[in-house]
């Protein structure tokens, strides 16, 4: 077979709100700048976020920003991280106003701002219910006005990297048209995959959102950092769990339980609906298992937005009221909503220094690879993040990881150099042929359906020894039935069947590393709540764990966090 091979500057994986910010700063500074997507650029899932995105304008202040951030994190965000982060925000709605986001306005004129979740001030700014969209758009057309070029349905597969010289030097790709194998090679690769909720059952999650450069991460021998935390998002549709956004508690909205009770006063009695998304999820939980959910199966909570009015949910949550009354026929402006919580963000990722530089370990990087948005942790949000707060991460770290990227490939003027396609692409072809060549013809989307379930039930909300102990060795007989499936479908043009088997071998990779690094993690911290370490243990615990692969064993350490300004507290509720 002959394998192709194309020799860039910069190569970006992934077309959402973290690779468009990069391949800005790359393509703006002169370097040849491709950027790989297996969906089109305005179908990434940046463009799904509904509530908005934080800054702190006018009277609040950036210090206030970060503490909110940290308190949220459940003191495990690096300040250093969040520093940058929370300053850099004003200058980045300032940037997509000019540029043509039409954030919603305040009667005089100032950016609208909306109240999120554990927030000291309204700082979310947002465009209705559609800011991620706008965002995208916005960020996309700039994009296209530098020239970068952009393929989209083409499929990231391995990262190619050199372990003695620690480098990374391009990855390879499948073209989903027609299934054929290309070498991409390039002094710089950032990696920016977005998220990976798709391994539980409900999420809130788009189906690209299978963890690809987690998987890629962990085949190369590298490093994931806090994958145990998982943030679970209060106000998923009952039925599907796809998400009603925080800011229909932001424009005051509240949570009843079958009784009629508003029992958010009996877990966070002075944040009450917007407390951290952790604890409210918790809540709903604790009161659906406690036999007081509501719906048929007595599996919801009712979210009650009435009293906001027809015209106010209209014109501040349009797309909200479309999705219950078009997914759950239910009306919000008549009725409570039917609501649930849904695996939504992961805090966890690819482990970076705050110039978005993977790391090797804690006192080495990786030549030539960066990553960005929520495939990364640098970490900003910690063992929680705060709403409002990745939209913001996936465009201030993304610029981070172009501008380095471009500094690195100026300064070392470094040109890797590829053998022929088909040695590079070796490994790859062969991962692709193994699927087609099991005796069994097992299918694996019933695999993949009790993974989903399996981490829903006991690696979601609440988590304990047994349960994940199971879940570990479901998940490694899962793994030994993966390599006895068969795709069945052999045609090379679309084939969806085989994309989806390589999301799922890559599911099941990550999935592992979030089971082992919470069975690990003896503490409840943030979205990570152990039933059987109910308590935060700051003397012990306060560390971010790091999760690879050795001889097929996952192998955790811990590294410590960079403290600042603000020590540990309890969190309020
Ligand atoms: C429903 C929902 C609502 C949200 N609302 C908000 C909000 O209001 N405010 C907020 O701050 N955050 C919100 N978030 C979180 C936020 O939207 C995301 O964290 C953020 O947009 C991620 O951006 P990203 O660029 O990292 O990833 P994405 O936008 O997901 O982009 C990932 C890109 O990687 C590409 N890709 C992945 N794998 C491969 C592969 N193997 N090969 C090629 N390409 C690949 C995809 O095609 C895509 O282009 C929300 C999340 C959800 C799920």
Known sequence: MHTTVEQWDVIVLGAGLAGISAAIETKKRGLRTLVLSK???????????????????YYDTPRSHIKDTIIGSDYLADQDAVDILCNSAPRIIQHLDNRGALFNRTEDGMIAQRPFGAQSYPRTCFVKDRTGLVCLNTMYEEALFYGVEFRSEWYALDLLYNPAEQTAYGLTAMNLVNSSIHVFIGAEVILAGGGYGRAFSRTSNAYANTGDTLGMIIRAGLSLQDMEFVQFHPTGLADSGILISEAARGEGGILLNSEGERFMQNYAP???????????????????????????????????????????????????????????G??????????APTAHYSMGGIPTDTRAQVKK????????????????????????????????????????????????????????SAKDGEHEASFSLERLQSLYLSEKSLGFFELRDRLRNEMMRRSGIFRSADDMSIARETIYHLAGEFRRCR??????????????????????????????SALARKESRGAHYRSDFPHRDDKNWRNHSVFCFKEN??????NPVLSGSFAPEERYG
């Open 39 to 57: 969906v089109h650029p305005l179908r990434s899932h940046s463009g799904a976020a509904q509530g908005g995105i934080n800054a702190a304008l």
């Open 330 to 339: 239910e009306n919000m402006i008549e009725e409570p909503i039917r609501i």
């Open 487 to 516: 795709v069945q479908d052999i045609t090379p043009f679309y084939n969806t069947e085989l994309q989806e088997a390589l999301e799922f071998e890559n599911m099941l990779l990550y999935s592992s590393a979030i089971v082992e």
């Open 553 to 558: 064993k996952g192998s955790i350490h811990y």
């Open 270 to 328: 002075h944040k009450l609906e917007l407390a951290p998304r952790d604890i409210v999820s918790r809540a709903c939980e604790t009161e659906i298992r406690e036999g007081r959910g509501v719906g048929p199966r007595k599996d919801g909570i009712y979210l009650d937005v009435r009293h906001l009015g027809a015209p106010h949910i209209h014109s501040r949550l349009p797309e909200l009221y479309d999705l219950a009354l078009t997914l759950q």
């Open 361 to 416: 370990d804690i006192n080495s990087l990786v030549r030539g690879l960066y990553a960005a948005g929520e495939c990364a942790c640098v970490s900003v949000h910690g063992a929680n993040r705060l709403g409002g707060n990745s939209l913001l991460e996936a465009i201030v770290y993304g610029r981070r990881a172009g501008r380095s990227a471009a500094e690195d490939a100026l300064l070392n003027k470094y040109t890797p």
